[in-house]
């Protein structure tokens, strides 16, 4: 799971099960992998097992993953999808007002837009 910058505005448990989340959008878990164990994340990032199983906890209820019983926790098959889904939704109800009201804002225009994308990121 990399460096992970623990944020005092938030809870952990809650910014562990973001951080997982990203994996899974990024493509670094994929269905049918294997969420590290409660202990080893616990003892990577000095958490407590609780805050850790909270988190996984939030993930299976959501089932983003599945416990398999001796086995732990892994990616579930559908995880990519739902994520996927609910990112856009979520992207276009909070986000996008935001960017398009500062668009409007500063008067740029679609191609003023697209112009750093169709000459390769810049000029």
Request: proline share 5%.
């Amino acid at each position: 799971m990399a460096n992970i910058q623990w944020n005092e505005g938030a809870p952990i448990y809650r910014q562990l099960k973001e951080r997982v989340i990203a994996m899974m959008l990024d493509g670094v878990l994929k269905p049918g992998d294997a969420l590290p164990s409660v202990r080893q994340v616990a003892a990577d990032y000095q958490l407590n097992p609780i805050t850790v199983s909270r988190a996984y906890q939030e993930l299976a209820d959501e089932s983003l993953v599945e416990k398999r019983r001796g086995l732990g926790m892994f990616v579930t098959e559908e995880a990519s999808k739902k994520l996927l889904a609910s990112e856009r939704e979520r992207f276009l109800r909070e986000e996008w007002p935001q960017v398009l009201e500062r668009i409007q804002r500063l008067g740029l225009s679609l191609d003023q837009l697209m112009k750093p994308v169709r000459n390769g990121g810049g000029e």
